[in-house]
């Protein structure tokens, strides 16, 4: 099943053309802006035109330190009165990163999901559960633009309370969901538990937001007796529908006509051939507001070399391997290290040592933070430790959006950083 057919099987030449015109239009837009003529200054480029895809490659890197420096609307390039909508990354330090969207560019979005949609054979006699959350994040709205696009009957339920989540299910006959997979994992155990499976219609299940291997898809597969259909996106290009499964389940079709898709060495920057794993680097050159070219996602990942059988002629990338940075993503969330560090080392009551811990419960990702006390407070009374425990785990909440335990330790208890701190203790199971 297809929404866009034509554009879905393009042949390749045609698709490098129209990429040629897209991105060339795109050049042309940014190099109005103000904003894009000091930064790429900075980076010794000029925008032009370009002759042929190659020369791309001579367009700079962009981080996601220049999208944080260009906050709040540095590299909007359409009248700001044009944009309807912004999104923000999930868990970055200090500056958020934001993307900001036209109507264009929110239609557009709806219709590359539509065909991920279609893509995994849902339609609109499908009804369809959003479990991720709503807001700021991508991850919810994202998808829920596509489905009511393909006539789904959309319930907006977000993540989180399991007992509503399968109410809804059970009640209005869920047969698409979108989920991590981490809370997949979860969510399948309690419907063993309670022994509801054969009450619930699901039949597909669209997972991404955060790494998982082909044996957690099976696993759920097997338990939810469902497709499980991988989803990959991030905010600085949309969010989801980047990259989608196809019924094959060998690889993600990336929207080409939309993203520019390399493969680079991630210590040298040389872009690398299809097959050999690296780091993605992404262009979205089909944006309104706010094109991006260049962008170095840290993901990594390869891209398969055979053709389809489904048809489509957009490449597919692999599942993604990892992360080039130290970022954490605990149950979709982004979180990285240096946000918890930033809010301890903030408080007087810290002493100079602490670790996160992160381990796993009912398949799901969790995370302790061990705090060394001050050694002036630590023979306080228990009353006083009680409060300072509380009133860390409401710090880290608001700024990391998980709840961590907070576990208040005697000083010099932690293991000695020997040289570089080794502060991540990952005891999650590997089986994920
Ligand atoms: P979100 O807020 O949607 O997680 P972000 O832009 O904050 O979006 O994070 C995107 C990151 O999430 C990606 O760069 C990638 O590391 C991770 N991610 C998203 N989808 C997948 C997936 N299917 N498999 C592995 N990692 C994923
Ligand atoms: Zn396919």
Not at 37 to 56: I, M, N
Not at 77 to 82: Q, T
Not at 161 to 177: A, G, I
Not at 423 to 432: G, M
Request: glycine letters at 8%; a negative charge; one cysteine or more.
């Amino acid at each position: 099943m297809f929404w866009d057919k034509e554009l879905e099987t393009i042949d390749r030449r045609s698709l490098e053309l129209l990429q040629l015109d897209r991105i060339n239009a795109a050049l042309e837009r940014i190099s109005r802006s103000d904003f894009y003529r000091t930064y790429y200054e900075a980076k010794h480029y000029k925008v032009k035109p370009l002759k042929s895809l190659e020369e791309l490659q001579g367009i700079p890197f962009m981080s996601k330190e220049d999208l944080r420096q260009s906050y709040p609307m540095g590299f909007v390039v359409c009248e700001e009165k044009d944009v309807i909508r912004l999104h923000s990354s999930s868990g970055t330090t200090g500056t958020p990163t934001v993307i900001c969207h036209t109507r264009n560019d929110i239609e557009n979005w709806g219709s590359l999901v539509a065909r991920c949609l279609c893509m995994v054979g849902a339609d609109n006699s499908d009804v369809f559960q959003n479990m991720m959350s709503y807001g700021l994040f991508s991850g919810g709205l994202g998808l829920h633009y596509g489905a009511e696009k393909i006539g789904m009957m959309v319930i907006p339920v977000g993540s989180g309370n399991t007992d509503r989540q399968l109410k809804f299910m059970e009640d209005f006959q869920s047969t698409v969901v979108h989920i991590t997979p981490s809370y997949a994992l979860y969510l399948a155990e309690i419907i063993a538990s309670r022994g509801i499976r054969d009450k619930l219609a699901l039949r597909i299940g669209l997972m991404g937001a955060e790494p998982y291997s082909e044996s957690t898809r099976k696993k759920l597969e097997e338990s939810l007796l469902m497709g499980v259909y991988n989803s990959y996106g991030l905010s600085e290009m949309n969010g989801p529908g980047v990259a989608f499964e196809c019924s094959e389940k060998e690889g993600m079709h990336l929207w080409e006509d939309n993203f520019f898709l390399e493969v680079i060495d991630p210590a040298t920057g040389k872009v690398l051939p299809d097959g050999e794993e690296g780091e993605i680097v992404m262009s979205a050159f089909n944006r309104e507001a706010m094109p991006i070219f260049r962008y170095r996602t840290r993901d990594l990942a390869f891209v398969y070399t055979d053709k389809c059988e489904c048809g489509r002629t957009h490449r597919r990338i692999s599942r993604i391997k990892g992360r080039t940075d130290d970022m954490l993503i605990i149950g979709g969330v982004n979180i990285f290290p240096s946000q918890i560090e930033h809010i301890l080392m903030k408080m007087p009551e810290v002493g100079s040592n602490y670790n996160i811990v992160l381990w796993t419960k009912n398949n799901l990702d969790k995370m302790t933070v061990k705090i060394e006390v001050n050694p002036d407070l630590f023979f306080s009374d228990l009353k006083h430790l009680a409060l300072l425990k509380e009133q860390i785990t409401h710090k880290l909440r608001n700024e990391i959006l998980i709840n961590p335990v907070v576990e208040l330790v005697e000083p010099g208890s932690l293991p000695p950083s020997e040289g570089k701190a080794k502060r991540i203790i990952d005891q999650r199971s590997k089986e994920k």
